[in-house]
């Protein structure tokens, strides 16, 4: 499968602990982004990284998210001291690069977070 | 932050029948996609569109970049019941509008029922 992977598909977790999610993107595009999607709402935009740089994180939602892409390949998610409204649907698209065609995002299944 | 309109919120159609959904903003945008989404899974790419004007098909989808740069419609052809999902547009914001080059702004979707 060339497709975009995502690990884990599902999280449990308990309020205050820590979770990461790892995505491995299509392995020939250099950039790699991290949506949030809630219930009945489409993807909204967190970060992304061309190869191992973030060049976009003030999206992110609080200090308490942060994303790594170390050696320009796999990326991984990482939520602090987990709240409920932080139970959503993560997903990770990688693309070629940017500009026309190259910017065409293909998304993974997703990790779907619930913070009890 | 950026906000795409789309419309009908939902369909609920006859198999055999014509769709048509569409997508508006206040903001010029690049580039327009259409996804489509189903249950525990992320969004698939239907239709990415570049300039202006442009006509695209893919199989019975047919999607249009408006002329103003603003809008984008999707009209699917003779639906079927595996058509079922939910359909998300998807744009990026020209750079003097704060586009980052990188992130997408989703609509809400529009979520597409088939009766056979």
């Known amino acids: 499968d060339t497709g975009v992977s995502q690990d884990p598909r599902h999280k449990i977790t308990k309020r205050g602990q820590n979770v990461t999610f790892r995505c491995d993107p299509i392995?020939?595009?250099?950039?790699l982004y991290w949506y949030r999607q809630t219930l009945g709402q489409g993807p909204e935009f967190l970060t992304y990284f061309q190869n191992e740089a973030q060049l976009e994180k003030s999206r992110l939602l609080s200090d308490r998210f942060s994303a790594e892409r170390p050696k320009g390949s796999f990326s991984t998610l990482e939520i602090q001291r987990t709240e409920q409204g932080d139970s959503a649907m993560y997903l990770c698209a990688s693309s070629l690069g940017s500009g026309g065609a190259f910017n065409e995002q293909f998304f993974g299944p997703g990790t779907r977070l619930t913070v009890l | 932050g950026q906000q795409l309109n789309q419309s009908p919120q939902s369909m609920f159609i006859q198999e055999g029948e014509d769709v048509s959904m569409n997508c508006t903003s206040s903001s010029i945008f690049n580039t327009w996609l259409w996804y489509k989404q189903e249950p525990g899974e992320g969004p698939v790419l239907l239709i990415a569109?570049?300039?202006?004007?442009e006509l695209t098909s893919n199989g019975r989808l047919t999607a249009q970049f408006g002329i103003t740069r603003k809008d984008s419609f999707l009209n699917i052809s003779a639906s079927i019941p595996s058509d079922v999902g939910i359909y998300f547009c998807?744009?990026?914001?020209?750079?003097?509008?704060?586009?980052?080059?990188?992130?997408?702004?989703f609509g809400k979707g529009t979520k597409l029922s088939v009766k056979p």
């Open positions: 569109l570049y300039k202006a004007g």
């Open positions: 392995s020939e595009h250099n950039r």
């Open positions: 998807a744009g990026q914001l020209g750079m003097v509008y704060g586009g980052s080059q990188g992130n997408l702004i």
